[in-house]
Each structure stands twice: as C-alpha cells, then as structure tokens.
C-alpha cells in the first residue's frame, strides 16, 4: 500500500509540472467580429465556414485578435493552425507604387516586417507558408509542395483546407507545415532547420487576421499584406502538435485539443498502479 502512495504522489508532481508548462494559448472560433477589433470599409465579412461562421476578407480589411501575453513565444516551441479558402491572389502596391507580390496573411504576429513573431501566410503561388522570425536578426520559414523550388500550389483551389505550422527548437525538421494533416516536404534545410536557432519571438505586435500589423513598419506600410480569401478557427498552443493532434483538428473544426484533466491522468495512473501491485 505505501508502495500505491508513493507512486501516486510522483505522478501527481510530475503532472502539474506538465500542465503548467504547455497548453492552448489561445482560440479564435471567428464565428462574428466580436472577437476581436476590425478595421476597413466594410469590415470583413461573416460567412459560412468550416465548423458554424467564418470571417471573409477583401483585400482592405483585417481584425485584431490582441496581444495576449500568453501569445508570447519567446524562446520557446509554438504550433498555430488555421482553416483558409483562397483563390487567386492578386499583386498588390505599398503607397509609393512600389509593386509587391499577391501575398496574404491567414493569421499571424509580426510576421512579414522588421518585427518578431510567427503567422501563416497565403501565397500567389497557391502555396501557404510558415514564419517565424526575431525581426531581420533570424527567420525560419517552410513553404507546402515545395519539392525542389517547384513552386506549384494547389491551396488556391477556393476550397478550405486545415493548415497547420510548427516551431519545434534544436531540430533538423524544425520549422514545418502541413495541409490537411498532411506534412509538406521541402527543399530549403537551411531555412527549416531550427539547430542554434534560440532566437526571441516576442513582440508587441498583435496577432491580426486578414492582415499583418506592426508599429516597427513606416508609416502606410503598419498594415499590410491583405488576404483575399476567408479565415475559420485560429488556434495558437505553447507546444509542439503531433500527427494525432493535428489529425484530430482536421477531423474535429471548431474543437481545441482536449488537453487531459489532472484527475483524469491520475485516475488512469493509479489504476495501473492498483493493478500492478495486485499482480505484485
């Protein structure tokens, strides 16, 4: 009996270690503007999504989702992931003409700038890509369907796909990306290897979805890189998802991880226990 007792208060502390140290930073259902503050005329648009409401975006508007503390990765491990449609992505211009290509932020902080942070972004090319960066000190980024710089994409179909990016810290594969649970290879190991890479990714900068916003930028290009699609279910966890969990968000839009009770943990644990010493 001592033996149970013992046993049980190991797995107590090593759980609430665990439950205290990773988890769901934040969930954006995107079901109505409320959560969160939009800008352009007209505000974006509340459409049919992937699981209830969606939020449609018209190459001029976006929404703050804030600035959360717990959206601060620092030098830590991230995993954000998002439900997109998209189709043809126009070029588009900063005020002084000069021309840019038809790139479009899903959901992101700080990224695309002289900023810190991470995001998901749509591409002309039909690909979506992950980012990660320290302002232009270090950046990490990881394209889909990129085999052997063959920039074809197949995301601008107008169809939703579930895309999910991945920071995993002191990896060869550190930085990645997948598509409707699917993980993207890639050509590029020098931009996905995350060996060395302990750089910071706070910032100030709020997490924006439609557009990037940051006040590093000059004046006219704070906000930029505008989508032209729709956005549904943005999810943000201080960890690193695996292919279950990701399998679980493609087969569940709308629904967090569930991240397991302390009491649920240790109920399984001590069962075990209890039977082990029965055994015994």
């Known amino acids: 009996m001592k033996k149970v007792v013992l046993m049980a208060?190991?797995?107590?502390?090593?759980?609430?270690?665990?439950?205290?140290?990773?988890?769901?930073?934040?969930?954006?259902?995107?079901?109505?503007?409320?959560?969160?503050?939009?800008?352009?005329?007209?505000?974006?648009?509340?459409?049919?999504?992937?699981?209830?409401?969606?939020?449609?975006?018209?190459?001029?508007?976006?929404?703050?989702?804030?600035?959360?503390?717990?959206?601060?990765?620092?030098?830590?491990?991230?995993?954000?992931?998002a439900w997109v449609k998209f189709g043809y992505l126009p070029p588009s211009q900063l005020p002084d003409g000069t021309p840019l290509p038809g790139h479009g932020i899903i959901a992101g902080k700080g990224i695309m700038s002289n900023d810190n942070g991470y995001?998901?972004?749509?591409?002309?090319?039909?690909?979506?890509?992950?980012?990660?960066?320290?302002?232009?000190?270090?950046?990490?980024?990881?394209?889909?369907?990129?085999?052997?710089?063959?920039?074809?994409?197949?995301?601008?179909?107008?169809?939703?796909?579930?895309?999910?990016g991945v920071l995993e810290r002191e990896q060869v594969n550190g930085t990645r990306i997948y598509v409707d649970g699917v993980l993207q290879s890639h050509s590029y190991d020098v931009a996905?290897?995350?060996?060395?890479?302990?750089?910071?990714?706070?910032?100030?900068?709020?997490?924006?979805?439609?557009?990037?916003?940051?006040?590093?930028?000059p004046e006219g290009q704070k906000a930029l890189w505008f989508l032209d699609g729709s956005v549904d279910d943005v999810q943000v966890y201080d960890y690193v998802l695996t292919q279950d969990d990701i399998d679980f968000l493609v087969a569940n839009p709308g629904v967090a991880i569930p991240e397991p009770t302390l009491l649920a943990l240790l109920g399984f644990g001590a069962a075990g226990l209890l039977r082990r010493n029965r055994r015994g």
Do not use: K
């Open 9 to 81: 208060a190991v797995l107590v502390t090593f759980v609430g270690v665990n439950a205290a140290n990773a988890g769901l930073a934040a969930h954006w259902t995107l079901d109505s503007l409320a959560e969160g503050t939009p800008y352009g005329d007209p505000a974006p648009a509340v459409v049919a999504g992937v699981d209830d409401m969606a939020l449609d975006f018209n190459l001029a508007n976006y929404v703050d989702l804030g600035n959360d503390p717990a959206l601060s990765m620092g030098t830590g491990n991230l995993s954000i992931t």
């Open 119 to 164: 995001g998901l972004i749509a591409l002309d090319t039909g690909q979506v890509c992950f980012q990660v960066r320290e302002g232009n000190i270090a950046y990490r980024e990881v394209y889909s369907n990129d085999t052997g710089g063959n920039w074809v994409g197949f995301v601008n179909d107008e169809q939703w796909h579930h895309v999910v």
């Open 192 to 217: 996905v290897s995350t060996i060395g890479f302990t750089n910071d990714l706070d910032s100030a900068a709020p997490l924006c979805v439609g557009a990037r916003y940051s006040d590093t930028m």
